[in-house]
């Protein structure tokens, strides 16, 4: 479990510079340059992140009981949010449909809903301390982003098509029945169990 706190720790408080030091991004590019500094974000955002998901699975081999356990059917409550959670996702990386001019963050609230869909069905210390970790996480961004707009630092995306909505739905459902037929056992090691 201490990986697992080092783990989120170092990715989550990584990926907050720009709230915590907001001046640290601009005099490492100035010091540096813009392909040194994302260049080196790029590395140790893969190595923090290589440290959370190993913490997690060691994590996972030491838990002990569930401090809850959720009824079956709460799998399709998370099945639904997730699936959400991936349209959101997919949304805030291609050109802007109403999904993402109308969320304004797309890829913060897809990892809210992520986070509260894997808190209703997991109930290990391991993970409850993961998605509520991340869950925080995305909260204080979506305040920091706030504040970044009403001071004129960020614009919203321009709506381009509502065509971008429909690609946005079919990708994120297609990756949903991919998670669902095999990907998440293979990614995660836990199957989705929709036969319950």
């Given amino acids: 479990m201490i990986l697992l706190i ?12 720009r709230v915590l030091a907001p001046d640290l991004r601009a005099t490492m590019i100035a010091r540096f340059g813009k392909p040194a500094w994302m260049g080196l974000y790029s590395v140790l955002s893969i190595a923090t992140l290589a440290l959370l998901v190993y913490g997690f699975g060691q994590a996972r081999l030491e838990s002990g009981e569930p401090l809850y356990v959720s009824p079956p059917w709460m799998v399709h ?25 109308k969320s304004r963050h797309p890829l913060i609230t897809a990892v809210k809903v992520w986070a509260l869909a894997h808190l209703l069905v997991n109930g290990e210390v391991y993970s409850i301390v993961t998605f509520v970790a991340f869950l925080a996480w995305a909260v204080v961004l ?10 004129g630092e960020i614009t919203e ?3 381009v098509g509502w065509i971008w909505d429909l690609a946005s739905v079919v990708i994120g459902l297609a990756l ?11 990614l995660i090691g836990v199957p989705i169990p929709m036969g319950q």
């Avoid at 080092?6 to 510079?17: E, K």
């Avoid at 949903?176 to 056992?185: D, M, N, R, S």
Wanted: glycine share 6%; hydrophobic share 65%; net charge positive.
């Fill in 6 to 17: 080092i783990g989120l720790i170092a990715f989550l408080g990584f990926h907050l510079i």
């Fill in 77 to 101: 409550v998370t099945v639904t949010l997730m699936l959400i959670a991936l349209i959101l996702a997919v949304s805030s990386v291609l050109p802007a449909g109403y999904i993402a001019t």
């Fill in 142 to 151: 979506r305040i920091a982003a706030k504040r970044r707009a009403r001071a």
């Fill in 157 to 159: 995306r321009p709506f």
């Fill in 176 to 186: 949903a029945i991919a998670l669902i037929k095999g990907l998440h056992y293979w």
